[in-house]
């Protein structure tokens, strides 16, 4: 690492982030599985359990000023979920290139893992950073992790300034583990391609981290860095997806869920609604702005006014509308569909081109590639799944026959048929805000 690198590590490892109070009560999260070795490891001198590596990948590459903001909002993202999950942590730190938590709580690692920005975790030991140090952890550690026959392999890496390099801390460390396996009576083998166990050691400036295990993480930008939009939820497979997706790019997302009552069923509400919970627990200290909008008023504008087989057409081009008029509130920057392309009628690519003609509003379709196998296990990850799944009924307005391969120009004819301009701000006027 540079002089450079090193200067900024220094004026970065200051800035930490503590638990004001410890009023985490919550103790429902599953995810509390001990890491392997985990209970098996006794302290030597000058080391600790109570710390949790967490590793960042594109935030790498923003500009300093950048990327120090984004550090700092991504440090309280991840308070907010350790909060969440009842957690406690004594401190959030930063240093260069990396985020560390100390808590003893093993749940920590995976916890943070969930965190958007995040991708990957460790819970990891800490210990002065010498060769001495890391070596004798590692034999420890392995005393409890190698089996009779199974190969090894040490993973290190350094940063600072050390009188080592990385292959030295490789070596050494590789050196202890042999010899306190041959004095357990086993036979170790060496495996750098694919051992069977691997323990990792990372050497930084001022503290020595060893670990066993990583645990993937969801990746993407943090949460409200990327400023809000609107999201079209209708509690299908496809738009919670959707919203998880733009989530994943640092996207907070203001719900709206337009209601198509007499043509739908309130078990479709109350799914939506579902649905929209289960996503605000990946956004702990970000609530959402939920929009309820009465639909079911224009949809029967466009049943008695206009072409049968238009009417889904209508209905989106007017749900873009009134999502456009919360977006202009809420001062977003886009409305995010669950569209994906060819998957109903209503998503051929000319009824998508005949949905958004001059209508001159910033639309986003994160699922326009996906096919619905790839969907379907992105909701099973986030948890919507289940909720999606769940019987809702049929929209009673959906055409027997709809259009497929819409004119965009008949469209437009269709509309001057009805009063669109009283018909979005009658639905706006009958709004309810909703803080879930």
Same mark, same amino acid.
């Given at each position: 690492?540079?002089?450079?690198?090193?200067?900024?590590?220094?004026?970065?490892?200051?800035?930490?982030?503590?638990?004001?109070?410890?009023?985490?009560?919550?103790?429902?999260?599953?995810?509390?599985?001990?890491?392997?070795?985990?209970?098996? !490891?006794?302290?030597? /001198?000058?080391?600790?359990?109570?710390?949790?590596?967490?590793?960042?990948?594109?935030?790498?590459? &923003?500009?300093?000023?950048?990327?120090? @903001?984004?550090?700092?909002?991504?440090?309280?993202?991840?308070?907010?979920?350790?909060?969440?999950r009842g957690i406690s942590y004594s401190?959030?730190?930063?240093?260069?290139?990396?985020?560390?938590?100390?808590?003893?709580?093993?749940?920590?690692?995976?916890?943070?893992?969930?965190?958007?920005?995040?991708?990957?975790?460790?819970?990891?030991?800490?210990?002065?950073?010498?060769?001495?140090?890391?070596?004798?952890?590692?034999?420890?550690?392995?005393?409890?992790?190698?089996?009779?026959?199974?190969? !090894?392999?040490?993973?290190?890496?350094?940063?600072?300034?050390?009188?080592?390099?990385?292959?030295?801390?490789? /070596?050494?460390?590789?050196?202890?583990?042999?010899?306190?396996?041959?004095?357990?009576?086993?036979?170790?083998?060496? $495996?750098?391609?694919?051992?069977? &166990?691997?323990?990792?050691?990372?050497?930084? #400036?001022?503290?020595?981290?060893i670990y066993l295990e990583k645990f993937?993480?969801?990746?993407?930008?943090?949460?409200?860095?990327?400023?809000?939009?609107?999201?079209?939820?209708?509690?299908?497979?496809?738009?919670?997806?959707?919203?998880?997706?733009?989530?994943?790019?640092?996207?907070?997302?203001?719900?709206?869920?337009?209601?198509?009552?007499?043509?739908?069923?309130?078990?479709?509400?109350?799914?939506? !609604?579902?649905?929209?919970?289960?996503?605000?627990? @990946?956004?702990?200290?970000?609530?959402?702005?939920?929009?309820?909008?009465?639909?079911?008023?224009?949809? #029967?504008?466009?049943?008695?006014?206009?072409?049968?087989?238009?009417?889904?057409?209508?209905?989106?081009?007017?749900?873009?509308?009134?999502?456009?008029?919360?977006? &202009?509130?809420?001062?977003?920057?886009?409305?995010?569909?669950?569209?994906?392309?060819? #998957?109903?009628?209503?998503?051929?690519?000319?009824?998508?081109?005949?949905?958004?003609?001059?209508?001159?509003?910033p639309i986003y379709h994160p699922l326009?590639? !996906? $096919?619905?196998?790839?969907?379907?296990?992105?909701?099973?990850?986030?948890?919507?799944?289940?909720?999606?799944? #769940?019987?809702?009924?049929?929209?009673?307005?959906?055409?027997?026959?709809?259009?497929?391969?819409?004119?965009?120009?008949?469209?437009?004819?269709?509309?001057?048929?009805?009063?669109?301009?009283?018909?979005?701000?009658?639905?706006?006027?009958?709004?309810?805000?909703? &803080?879930?």
């Open positions: 690492m540079t002089g450079r690198s090193n200067n900024i590590e220094a004026k970065l490892e200051p800035e930490v982030h503590t638990q004001k109070d410890s009023r985490n009560t919550q103790k429902n999260h599953t995810g509390n599985e001990e890491s392997p070795g985990s209970g098996s !490891f006794h302290p030597n /001198k000058g080391v600790s359990t109570d710390v949790v590596i967490v590793r960042y990948g594109e935030l790498a590459l &923003k500009s300093p000023g950048v990327r120090n @903001w984004y550090e700092k909002i991504l440090v309280k993202n991840i308070a907010a979920m350790l909060d969440l401190q959030i730190r930063r240093e260069w290139g990396r985020i560390f938590i100390e808590s003893t709580d093993l749940r920590a690692a995976e916890a943070a893992a969930d965190v958007f920005g995040i991708v990957s975790t460790s819970p990891a030991l800490m210990a002065e950073p010498s060769l001495e140090n890391a070596a004798e952890i590692c034999a420890s550690l392995a005393q409890g992790l190698i089996r009779e026959g199974e190969s !090894f392999a040490i993973r290190a890496r350094r940063s600072g300034n050390h009188p080592f390099s990385s292959a030295d801390v490789g /070596k050494t460390c590789g050196d202890a583990v042999w010899n306190a396996l041959e004095k357990e009576g086993k036979h170790p083998r060496v $495996d750098l391609s694919s051992p069977d &166990k691997e323990i990792f050691v990372e050497i930084r #400036q001022k503290l020595a981290y993937k993480g969801v990746g993407g930008l943090p949460l409200g860095t990327q400023g809000s939009m609107v999201v079209l939820m209708s509690g299908g497979l496809d738009s919670p997806v959707a919203a998880w997706l733009m989530m994943k790019r640092g996207v907070m997302i203001i719900p709206v869920y337009c209601d198509n009552s007499p043509y739908s069923e309130n078990a479709a509400r109350e799914r939506a !609604f579902d649905c929209i919970r289960q996503l605000q627990k @990946w956004a702990p200290g970000h609530q959402f702005t939920t929009y309820e909008i009465p639909h079911g008023p224009n949809l #029967q504008s466009f049943i008695t006014s206009c072409n049968r087989k238009n009417t889904c057409l209508l209905c989106k081009r007017m749900m873009y509308r009134e999502a456009y008029e919360v977006m &202009k509130k809420e001062k977003a920057s886009g409305i995010v569909t669950g569209s994906s392309l060819g #998957q109903v009628a209503s998503q051929t690519a000319a009824n998508m081109h005949a949905e958004i003609y001059q209508l001159a509003i326009i590639a !996906f $096919d619905k196998t790839e969907i379907m296990d992105i909701a099973r990850k986030i948890g919507t799944y289940d909720i999606s799944s #769940q019987p809702a009924g049929t929209c009673a307005a959906v055409p027997e026959h709809p259009e497929i391969g819409a004119n965009y120009d008949l469209i437009m004819l269709e509309e001057k048929k009805i009063d669109i301009e009283n018909m979005v701000s009658g639905a706006l006027k009958a709004v309810k805000i909703i &803080k879930l």
